[in-house]
């Protein structure tokens, strides 16, 4: 319920702050052209959200895969998106030894669900599943279509900066003066609303490792595969598949960039130093209080996934949903 909550109330400022924005606009503008800015930014991310799949598979060399060349993947996907209640999405196989896995697609009926070559050599069976429950949660909760929509409201404050800036919007007209003045409070907005937007994404990761649960999974084989992820990704530091996929990394389960940061607060958890987090390391975690120091509280400001540890944290409170 915090989560849905949080959410709801995420959506309510942000398109409270745009509604204002126009509204202010169109009146100092004399015009009602103000409005011309929505039309324009759904008009782009209309296109986004058609091409972006075909983005997302060039990107991630995805090359899909029959029930005969992979029968267990196929089977976790079948019975996960059954108990969903989705159509069973794609299931493809990226060519990239960065082991993660991601979703993409337009709909619920056009989901597509894709592992790399390096997360099946990783995880166990039971860990894939987790991981593969949490990509179906991400369809089934609509987070592509909700990401690009809540997307539009920083790219119209960017449009309304630069065009405010730039004398557009009435501003020869009444005072270049104002122009500027805007200009620049439509890019504080604009820095306001992507930090609102990032926050979306990673309320969106809380709510698809809840979903994952919800399907019958485990915490501790969820938990347990994101500490191998991590430890997988920073073995790739400085790999060329690494900067290949640095645009589409909000797609994982995790961010590859950020594992090596992440590996030490993992390793705390992991008190018997085994590569692997129980359900009496998660219960032990339950129990303490995560702090986080200040640089690592700003970093998480701007990414599109949760601090690690305060995810497996939150993972530890989802113990009595199983």
Known sequence: MWLQTRMFLLLAALFGILYGVLAGLGAWSGTGTAYTYIILAFVFLGIQYLIGPTI?????????????EAPELHRMVSELAQDAGIPKPRVGVS?????????????????????????????????LRAVLGHEIAHIKHRDMAIITLISAIPLIMYWIAWTTMLGGMGGRRQGGGY??????????????????????????????????????????HLATALYKLVNG????????????????????????????????????????????????????LRQQEVRLSSSAKLGELFT?????????????????QV
């Not at 894709?114 to 860990?127: A, F, H, K, Y």
């Not at 504080?188 to 969106?204: E, K, Q």
């Open 56 to 68: 997302v598979r060039w990107t991630m060399k995805v090359r899909w895969v029959s029930e005969a």
């Open 233 to 284: 990704s920073a073995r790739q530091r400085g790999s060329q598949d690494l900067k290949r996929v640095e645009g589409v990394r909000a797609f994982f389960v995790n961010d590859p960039a950020r594992a090596w940061n992440e590996i030490r607060d993992l390793a705390q958890v992991d008190r018997d130093r085994n590569g692997i987090i129980d359900t009496g390391e998660l219960m032990a």
């Open 304 to 320: 599109t996934h949760p601090n690690m540890l305060k995810r497996v944290k939150h993972l530890s409170s989802l113990l009595d």
């Open 95 to 127: 060519r990239i030894s960065i082991p993660n896995a991601f979703a993409f697609g337009r709909t619920r009926g056009s989901g597509h669900v894709c592992v790399t070559e390096g997360i099946l050599r990783l995880l166990s069976r039971d860990e």
């Open 179 to 220: 122009a500027v003045l805007i200009g620049l409070g439509a890019f504080a907005l604009y820095f306001i609303t992507n930090l609102l937007v990032l926050y979306g994404s990673r309320i969106r990761e809380y709510y698809a490792d809840l979903g994952s649960v919800r399907l019958g999974n485990q915490p501790s």
